[in-house]
């Protein structure tokens, strides 16, 4: 059951209350049956989602390690290479 802190515009009484979701705010100071403010703690509620962005920035680091290499394959054997079993002349 969440806490909700009140404090009266009137008298400046601050306290706190444990309340349910369904459960209507308070209004009405109980001591001086002045007007009562909700004060909302920044202690429970965190908006600091700024730091998710930096997190998402590997895709562009991702491309210093590249996985497969762009160097060509080494050649095969040269096919060109005259064959020493062919040049020899034939003996007649
Ligand atoms: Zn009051």
């Known amino acids: 059951m969440p806490t909700y802190s009140y404090r009266c515009t009137e008298c400046e009484t601050a306290f706190d209350i444990q309340q349910a979701f369904t459960e209507d705010s308070l209004t009405v100071c109980p001591t001086c049956g002045g007007v009562l403010r909700k004060v909302f703690s920044a202690v429970g509620v965190s908006f600091s989602g700024s730091g998710f962005y930096r997190n998402d920035s590997r895709s562009t680091t991702s491309s210093s390690s590249p996985s497969t290499p762009s160097t060509?394959?080494?050649?095969?054997?040269?096919?060109?290479?005259?064959?020493?079993?062919?040049a020899t002349p034939a003996a007649s």
Not at 72 to 86: F, K, N, R
């Open 72 to 86: 060509p394959a080494p050649a095969a054997a040269p096919a060109a290479a005259p064959a020493s079993t062919s």
